[in-house]
């Protein structure tokens, strides 16, 4: 308890007087345009930045730039999925900020990006992990590359800010079904890199991809 208070007056008085965000559009990560000394960005995501203080390896500060009603309804899903090894916890819930349990490895776009082989054990650990969130009343949704983490063999999923939405949605299938048909008899299999700018254009095509699936099948609906 000692050490959360200790952490928590850290956060109030370094890091968050000092760090400066920018998020200028909601479909792209958060930029982090200045941290303050001792404390290192480990990841951005279109809502909010990850930190990490150097003293301290259990726990990771997530900022959010904006939308604070995210902030306090990912707290309560994970108030609701309790414990789980594949999923990270909540320790502090503060104004702008959640501490979070820290997990490490790598996401699965990094290991893409960089040629390093992603097992089918990760894929298993992932749909077993949505699978308990279900059954705890949650809907997995937004699960995609920098979504889901791997470390030795094992498949963590980083972000549940949308579980509490109604209706899951088809990134998470949609990224197994490219893992089979696509990454591992190809890119798996000659761990191959594929470079930052070949990534994001896959990433913006998807996103219009989804939208005209979504209208077509609006049309279906509509023909009947
Ligand atoms: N508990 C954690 N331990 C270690 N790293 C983390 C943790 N939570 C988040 N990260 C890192 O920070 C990045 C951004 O976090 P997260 O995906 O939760 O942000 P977000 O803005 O809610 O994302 P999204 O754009 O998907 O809504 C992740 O991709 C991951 O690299």
Redesign the pocket.
């Known amino acids: 308890m000692e050490q959360l208070n200790k952490f928590v007056e850290r956060i109030e008085t370094t890091l968050l007087k000092g760090v400066r965000l920018e998020s200028e559009n909601p479909y792209d ?2 930029v982090v345009k200045h941290t303050p000394t001792g404390w290192s960005c ?9 930190f990490a203080y150097q003293g301290n390896e259990e726990w ?1 500060v ?1 900022i959010y730039a904006r939308e604070q009603e ?1 902030l306090k309804k990912e707290a309560k899903v994970y108030r609701k999925l309790g414990g789980h090894p594949a999923y ?1 916890e909540l320790i502090y819930q503060g104004e702008q900020y959640l501490v ?5 490895g790598i ?1 699965l776009y990094e290991a893409v990006h960089k040629g390093i082989q992603i097992h089918e054990s990760i894929i298993h650990d992932v749909n077993e992990a949505l699978q308990y969130a279900r059954e705890r009343g949650l809907t997995p949704c ?1 699960i ?1 590359g ?2 889901v ?1 791997m470390n030795e063999g094992k498949g963590y999923v ?2 549940i ?2 579980f509490y939405k109604p209706g899951e949605d088809e990134k998470w299938n949609d990224l197994v079904k490219a893992y089979y048909k696509f990454y591992k008899p190809f890119f798996y299999k000659y761990s191959i890199p594929i470079p930052d700018f070949v990534l994001d254009a896959i990433r913006h095509s998807y996103r219009f991809y989804r939208k005209w699936r979504k209208k077509r099948k609006q049309v279906q609906l509509y023909k009947g």
């Open positions: 990560p958060v480990i990841g951005a995501g279109n809502y909010a930045a990850v990771v997530k995210g990270s979070l349990k820290r997990l490490r996401t937004d995609h920098k979504n983490m980083v972000d800010s949308d």
